[in-house]
């Protein structure tokens, strides 16, 4: 909530998987929408549904002026720290259009 809170795009990429694309990116759109609002925590919620080092927490905060948000955050277990998921993993399609022979 600190990076958030504070703009630091830098700080809120380094929550982030080592190696991952895109995060600046996501990061950037994330500041440039919920940043600088001084939103405070209150309450989260932590899911487990599908493997133990995969986790989605819900999030709700209030801002200075007093508006909610809530918000899901995806989060896994990468060498023993918890990571926010932001961009995509090296090589994983990012939604471009494919070359691949069955897409002519």
């Known amino acids: 909530m600190a990076a958030l809170n504070a703009r630091d795009v830098d700080a ?48 709700s905060a209030t801002d200075s002026k007093s508006r909610s948000i809530s918000k899901y955050i995806q989060m896994s277990l990468e060498k023993d720290k918890w990571v926010i998921i932001l961009g995509h993993a090296p090589g994983v399609d990012d939604g471009e259009k494919s070359s691949s022979p069955t897409d002519r």
């Open 12 to 59: 809120l990429t380094r929550l982030a998987p080592a190696g991952y694309e895109g995060t600046e990116t996501e990061a950037q759109d994330i500041i440039a929408t919920h940043g600088g609002r001084d939103l405070k925590i209150s309450d989260v919620r932590v899911s487990h549904d599908f493997e133990k080092d995969l986790a989605s927490i819900y999030v």
